[in-house]
């Protein structure tokens, strides 16, 4: 069963940055594309960053220029820098595989919260 643990989340003030993690474990992660998504209060759950298994990036235009994720294969580690957040970045963020590539996600993770708050 597939095994994915955020982490990295807190408050921190608008204008600030985060850096989470994710790490993954009974999967094979290297061969899989990864995304990060987020789910807001009221809100539904939407993919924020995407990273292919070579390194290729795509972004939402929410965070486009704010965040970077990257990935280190040897750890089965995603990660997602968060710099200039605004308060609407406020979620429980999540990491998976992209839905919009594999038709289907793995089990989810606990996530971890992001406060975005003066």
């Known amino acids: 069963q597939v095994h994915l643990v955020e982490s990295g989340g807190g408050l921190v003030q608008p204008g600030g940055s985060l850096s989470l993690s994710c790490a993954a474990s009974?999967?094979?992660?290297?061969?899989?594309?990864m995304a990060w998504y987020r789910q807001a209060p009221g809100k539904q759950r939407e993919s924020v960053a995407h990273?292919?298994?070579?390194?290729?990036?795509n972004y939402s235009d929410s965070v486009k220029g704010r965040f970077t994720i990257s990935r280190d294969n040897a750890k089965n580690t995603v990660y997602l820098q968060m710099n200039s957040l605004k308060p609407e970045d406020t979620a429980v963020y999540y990491c998976?595989?992209?839905?919009?590539?594999?038709?289907?996600?793995?089990?989810w993770g606990q996530g971890t919260q992001v406060t975005v708050s003066s």
């Open positions: 009974r999967f094979p992660f290297a061969m899989y594309d």
């Open positions: 990273i292919t298994t070579v390194g290729a990036t």
């Open positions: 998976n595989i992209p839905f919009r590539i594999y038709g289907r996600y793995v089990e």
